[in-house]
Protein backbone atom coordinates (compact mmCIF):
# COMPACT_ATOMS: atom_id res chain seq x y z
CA UNK A 1 0.00 0.00 0.00
CA UNK A 2 2.44 2.24 0.89
CA UNK A 3 4.85 1.91 -2.23
CA UNK A 4 1.94 2.19 -4.34
CA UNK A 5 0.88 5.47 -2.47
CA UNK A 6 4.47 6.85 -3.19
CA UNK A 7 3.80 6.16 -6.79
CA UNK A 8 0.52 7.78 -7.04
CA UNK A 9 1.95 11.09 -5.25
CA UNK A 10 5.13 10.69 -7.09
CA UNK A 11 2.99 12.08 -9.99
CA UNK A 12 1.92 14.49 -8.62
CA UNK A 13 4.82 16.65 -6.53
CA UNK A 14 8.45 15.75 -6.15
CA UNK A 15 8.52 16.35 -2.89
CA UNK A 16 7.03 13.05 -1.06
CA UNK A 17 7.36 12.14 2.48
CA UNK A 18 5.58 9.27 3.70
CA UNK A 19 5.10 8.73 7.45
CA UNK A 20 3.84 6.29 9.55
CA UNK A 21 3.92 5.10 13.55
CA UNK A 22 5.49 1.88 15.13
CA UNK A 23 5.23 1.26 18.58
CA UNK A 24 8.15 -0.46 20.94
CA UNK A 25 6.99 -3.60 19.78
CA UNK A 26 6.96 -3.05 16.23
CA UNK A 27 10.56 -0.65 16.56
CA UNK A 28 12.58 -3.41 18.24
CA UNK A 29 11.89 -5.94 15.75
CA UNK A 30 14.68 -6.63 13.61
CA UNK A 31 12.69 -8.07 10.68
CA UNK A 32 10.79 -4.98 10.89
CA UNK A 33 12.90 -2.37 10.64
CA UNK A 34 15.06 -4.78 7.69
CA UNK A 35 10.79 -4.48 5.61
CA UNK A 36 11.55 -0.90 6.22
CA UNK A 37 14.65 -0.47 4.97
CA UNK A 38 14.02 -2.42 1.97
CA UNK A 39 11.06 -0.40 1.36
CA UNK A 40 12.88 3.09 1.53
CA UNK A 41 14.85 1.86 -1.12
CA UNK A 42 11.80 0.59 -3.41
CA UNK A 43 10.41 3.88 -2.79
CA UNK A 44 13.05 6.17 -3.49
CA UNK A 45 13.35 9.04 -4.52
CA UNK A 46 10.78 9.49 -1.91
CA UNK A 47 11.13 10.58 1.82
CA UNK A 48 10.45 7.82 4.34
CA UNK A 49 9.79 8.89 8.40
CA UNK A 50 9.05 6.74 10.98
CA UNK A 51 6.85 8.06 14.03
CA UNK A 52 7.73 6.38 17.24
CA UNK A 53 3.79 6.37 19.33
CA UNK A 54 5.57 4.90 22.46
CA UNK A 55 8.87 6.76 24.34
CA UNK A 56 11.96 3.94 23.91
CA UNK A 57 14.37 3.73 26.53
CA UNK A 58 17.81 5.21 25.38
CA UNK A 59 19.84 2.11 24.50
CA UNK A 60 16.57 1.45 22.01
CA UNK A 61 16.93 5.05 20.56
CA UNK A 62 20.22 5.00 19.65
CA UNK A 63 20.31 1.88 18.15
CA UNK A 64 17.14 2.84 15.95
CA UNK A 65 18.21 6.25 15.28
CA UNK A 66 21.82 5.01 13.75
CA UNK A 67 20.07 2.25 11.91
CA UNK A 68 17.50 4.45 9.75
CA UNK A 69 19.65 7.28 10.09
CA UNK A 70 22.18 5.25 8.06
CA UNK A 71 19.44 5.09 5.25
CA UNK A 72 18.03 8.76 5.16
CA UNK A 73 15.04 7.68 6.92
CA UNK A 74 13.73 10.58 9.74
CA UNK A 75 12.50 9.68 13.32
CA UNK A 76 9.60 11.39 14.96
CA UNK A 77 8.42 11.08 18.44
CA UNK A 78 4.90 11.39 17.95
CA UNK A 79 2.48 13.02 20.59
CA UNK A 80 4.99 14.55 22.73
CA UNK A 81 3.54 15.65 25.50
CA UNK A 82 0.78 13.40 25.97
CA UNK A 83 0.62 9.24 26.99
CA UNK A 84 4.01 7.63 27.39
CA UNK A 85 5.47 10.61 25.28
CA UNK A 86 5.80 13.42 28.40
CA UNK A 87 8.73 15.34 28.44
CA UNK A 88 10.26 13.70 31.56
CA UNK A 89 10.03 10.05 29.36
CA UNK A 90 11.49 11.62 25.83
CA UNK A 91 13.90 14.52 27.10
CA UNK A 92 16.88 12.11 26.65
CA UNK A 93 15.90 11.30 23.07
CA UNK A 94 15.72 14.57 21.54
CA UNK A 95 19.40 14.46 20.45
CA UNK A 96 18.82 11.06 18.66
CA UNK A 97 15.31 12.27 16.80
CA UNK A 98 14.95 14.84 13.98
CA UNK A 99 11.11 15.93 14.72
CA UNK A 100 8.87 15.71 17.24
CA UNK A 101 4.75 15.94 16.97
CA UNK A 102 2.39 17.55 19.10
CA UNK A 103 -1.10 16.49 18.67
CA UNK A 104 -3.67 18.92 19.89
CA UNK A 105 -6.39 16.71 19.70
CA UNK A 106 -5.24 15.12 22.47
CA UNK A 107 -5.80 18.14 24.46
CA UNK A 108 -9.03 18.86 23.15
CA UNK A 109 -9.78 15.23 23.60
CA UNK A 110 -9.21 15.06 27.41
CA UNK A 111 -11.07 18.44 27.56
CA UNK A 112 -8.08 21.04 28.31
CA UNK A 113 -7.87 22.71 24.94
CA UNK A 114 -6.70 26.15 27.00
CA UNK A 115 -3.75 24.45 27.57
CA UNK A 116 -2.72 24.28 23.88
CA UNK A 117 -0.67 27.62 23.71
CA UNK A 118 1.09 26.62 27.20
CA UNK A 119 2.15 23.45 26.11
CA UNK A 120 3.08 24.20 22.22
CA UNK A 121 5.35 27.07 23.39
CA UNK A 122 7.00 24.80 25.43
CA UNK A 123 7.50 21.75 22.88
CA UNK A 124 8.52 24.56 20.22
CA UNK A 125 11.38 25.67 22.50
CA UNK A 126 12.57 22.14 23.26
CA UNK A 127 12.69 21.51 18.79
CA UNK A 128 14.35 24.88 18.72
CA UNK A 129 16.87 23.67 21.47
CA UNK A 130 17.85 20.35 20.22
CA UNK A 131 17.34 21.80 16.07
CA UNK A 132 14.43 19.95 15.23
CA UNK A 133 11.47 20.08 13.14
CA UNK A 134 7.87 20.95 14.53
CA UNK A 135 5.04 19.26 13.49
CA UNK A 136 1.64 20.19 14.74
CA UNK A 137 -0.97 17.88 14.61
CA UNK A 138 -4.24 18.62 14.62
CA UNK A 139 -5.13 21.68 12.90
CA UNK A 140 -8.93 21.33 12.13
CA UNK A 141 -9.29 25.18 11.09
CA UNK A 142 -7.85 28.68 10.31
CA UNK A 143 -7.45 29.64 13.85
CA UNK A 144 -5.15 26.44 14.35
CA UNK A 145 -3.45 27.12 10.94
CA UNK A 146 -3.15 30.82 12.73
CA UNK A 147 -1.60 29.28 15.86
CA UNK A 148 0.89 27.43 13.79
CA UNK A 149 2.03 30.07 11.98
CA UNK A 150 2.43 31.93 15.45
CA UNK A 151 4.82 29.39 16.38
CA UNK A 152 6.61 28.98 13.38
CA UNK A 153 5.46 26.03 12.47
CA UNK A 154 5.07 24.93 9.17
CA UNK A 155 4.89 21.22 8.96
CA UNK A 156 1.02 20.69 9.94
CA UNK A 157 -1.22 17.87 9.95
CA UNK A 158 -5.17 17.66 10.20
CA UNK A 159 -8.28 18.00 8.82
CA UNK A 160 -8.25 21.13 7.37
CA UNK A 161 -5.80 19.48 4.84
CA UNK A 162 -7.97 16.70 4.14
CA UNK A 163 -9.27 13.30 5.94
CA UNK A 164 -7.10 10.24 5.79
CA UNK A 165 -8.63 7.98 2.52
CA UNK A 166 -6.92 5.27 0.61
CA UNK A 167 -5.77 6.22 -2.35
Known sequence: MIEK??????????????????NNKQANDPLTIGAIITLKKRINPAA???ELTEAPTLSEIKDLSTMLHQYDIDLVIDDVGTGS????????LLPYVD????????LRMAGEAEKIPECLSFWVKQ???????????GVED?????????????IQQGY????PSLV
Open 85 to 92: NTYKNVKH
Open 99 to 106: QIKFAMQN
Open 127 to 137: AKKYCLNMILE
Open 5 to 22: TSSILHTATKNIVIAFNL
Open 160 to 163: LYGK
Open 142 to 154: HSDQTLAEKFGIN
Open 48 to 50: LTI
